[in-house]
């Protein structure tokens, strides 16, 4: 278990390192020296008071990725409660799971009493990514007139699923609220791509030309975030 341990602390600073793009000489502070490197690497590079907690929670998502999951389902099979299964729902959600994370948010929207736009929006994304399409459009149609269905992730991903079923006109329709100035842009790009399949080069490549502007004016850590995304932006601009 030490060895297991030592080799998530080793794996934690070098993910920071590469991620903070810090000097590469603390890389061989880490791996020849793991303990005491990792130690000096954190308490000069990454710790703080408020970032204790996080830290904690890396090491510990890395040595156990399931342990989230295996606590709620023992907090829900301690507690039935709507809650509980939402959270429980959320962490297969996050892992992918996707299959039990639909079981769990469908259970969770049976109860009535409660605001279930969440719930149901979680289950077309859900289901798209599971490639149940109808199932994704039948809980976005459900969502189409509540005011927060506008211009939101839910609905893109409505227009995904659309597409998906080659209803490609309304598919367009959903997606194109999605094109929200320094905003989206990952999903800019899908829908850019989405236009030049369709060859409707100049709206796409209007598209692509924004992002492409606002990279310039990113902060630092939407840079680093985006940068496969601005890569591809580049590569398709150069392209057309």
């Not at 301690?78 to 939402?86: A, K």
């Not at 992730?153 to 609220?177: I, R, V």
């Not at 796409?204 to 995304?229: C, P, V, W, Y």
Request: with cysteine; hydrophobic share 40%; aromatic share 12%.
């Amino acid at each position: 278990m030490t060895y297991y341990l030592i080799l998530a602390f080793q794996a934690f600073c070098v993910y920071h390192l590469i991620k903070n793009k810090n000097p590469y000489y603390w890389l061989f502070l880490i791996i020849f020296l793991p303990v005491i490197g990792c130690v000096i690497y954190l308490l000069t590079q990454v710790y703080n008071k408020r970032d204790a907690t996080k830290i904690q929670e890396r090491v510990t998502n890395i040595l156990v990725p399931t342990k989230k999951v295996k606590d709620l389902e023992k907090q829900l099979a301690f507690l039935d409660t709507y809650q509980n299964r939402v959270n429980l729902a959320d962490a297969y959600f996050e892992m992918k799971d996707f299959s039990k994370a639909i079981e769990q948010y469908e259970n969770a929207a049976k109860d009535e009493n409660q605001n279930n736009y969440y719930i149901k929006s979680q289950l077309v994304i859900a289901h798209y990514k599971a490639g149940n399409y109808e199932q994704s459009i039948m809980y976005a149609e459900d969502l189409k007139e509540d005011s927060e269905f506008e211009k939101s992730k839910t609905q893109f991903t409505y227009g995904l699923a659309l597409e998906k079923m080659g209803n490609l006109e309304a598919a367009e329709a959903q997606l194109k609220p999605i094109d929200l100035r320094y905003d989206n842009y990952e999903e800019r790009l899908v829908l850019a791509k989405f236009l030049l399949d369709r060859e409707k080069t100049e709206e796409g490549k209007e598209i692509l030309s924004d992002i492409s502007e606002e990279s310039k004016h990113m902060t630092k850590m939407n840079k680093q975030k985006f940068r496969a995304t601005v890569a591809e932006v580049e590569k398709l601009l150069k392209s057309l």
